[in-house]
């Protein structure tokens, strides 16, 4: 397995899409190879610097959150290997440990978001109106404080480079239909509530994260993309939490800290990363890794 992946280039399958982390590449007309580089994104910009073994251990914390989940809702995985694949060497190191075969499903156009505390951009919008992705809420709320309830705030899915966008559960239903939207919003709510209870004993607190969703060929509402991984969740120390004050973190929000730092206008290209900050990224998410999966 390479140490570092930025990006992934095979001559032997054909490339489907590059997100702000996934190289995707077509294996047959059911399946697809999806690669997790050491690629980093924040504020919707990709990083220059690599994080190492990132991608690595994103796949590692989503298979398991598959398999943990597997009773709750179907997901994307096969039972296909790079074994499978008639790939060359090259392109078998760039994949190995950091990949996965799964089905080709159609991706529903919502990012699932769900929100059990209160930090980031729910907590700028609760400042000056008291509600979440217009969701009112008690004015008694702290910064990084419990919310009274689990909330599910969807948003929109953007290109690469763009950003996603809020929107509520009535646009959802116009974009998915009633019936779908409700099934998405109640299995996310109950993915996020089951998870939290688990990382909780293992002493972490999973503030928010989002989930995305196909659907098969028999209309079967799936599990797919990554799972409550630092990159798509907040990730806090259980220990030393503390309601009104910005928690510390297992997550990229450390990059983020960082980079408001600079004077950078979080438009690509983004800055290189120091290498201190690099190993501590790659400390928490390895961290974050080793307290969910016990090892």
């Given amino acids: 397995m390479t140490d ?8 032997s ?3 489907l899409h590059r997100g702000k982390v996934r190289d995707i590449y077509r294996v047959d ?21 690599p994080i190492p073994q990132k991608g690595a251990l994103l796949t590692e914390v989503s298979a398991f ?36 075969i799964v089905k080709r499903l159609k991706a529903l156009p919502i990012e699932a978001i769900v929100r059990g505390y209160l ?20 004015a008694d709320i702290p910064l990084a404080g ?27 239903v116009k974009l998915l239909g009633e019936d779908l939207a409700t099934q998405v919003r109640d299995i996310s ?17 999973i503030a928010d994260t989002k989930f995305e969703f196909g659907i098969d060929k028999d209309g079967q509402l799936t599990l797919i993309d990554e799972v409550l991984t630092p990159d798509s969740s907040r990730f806090w120390p259980a220990v030393g939490y503390q309601p009104g004050q910005n928690p510390s973190s297992f997550d990229k929000q450390y990059i983020r800290d960082y980079l408001e730092t600079l004077d950078w ?20 998410y390895e961290e974050a890794a080793a307290r969910l999966l016990a090892y």
């Fill in 4 to 11: 570092s992946v930025h990006h992934t280039n095979f001559d």
């Fill in 13 to 15: 399958l054909e490339i």
């Fill in 29 to 49: 007309d059911e399946h697809m190879l999806v690669i997790a580089t050491d690629r980093i994104s924040a504020f919707d910009v990709i990083m220059p610097t």
């Fill in 65 to 100: 959150w598959f398999q943990f989940f597997a009773k709750q809702v179907p997901n994307q995985l096969s039972d296909m290997s790079l074994d499978d694949l008639n790939l060359t060497t090259d392109e078998y190191e760039q994949a190995a440990g950091r990949s996965m």
């Fill in 119 to 138: 930090i980031g951009s729910g907590w700028k919008e609760y400042e000056t109106s008291h509600s979440v992705c217009g969701i009112s809420l008690p």
């Fill in 146 to 172: 419990k919310l009274p309830n689990t909330l599910f705030t969807p948003s929109t899915k953007a290109a690469v480079g763009e950003h996603d966008e809020n929107i509520s559960f009535a646009e959802t």
């Fill in 189 to 205: 709510i109950t993915l996020y509530q089951t998870a939290a209870d688990y990382a909780l004993e293992k002493g972490i607190i």
């Fill in 265 to 284: 206008n979080k438009t690509a290209p983004g800055p290189e990363l120091p290498q201190e900050i690099v190993e501590n990224t790659q400390a928490k």
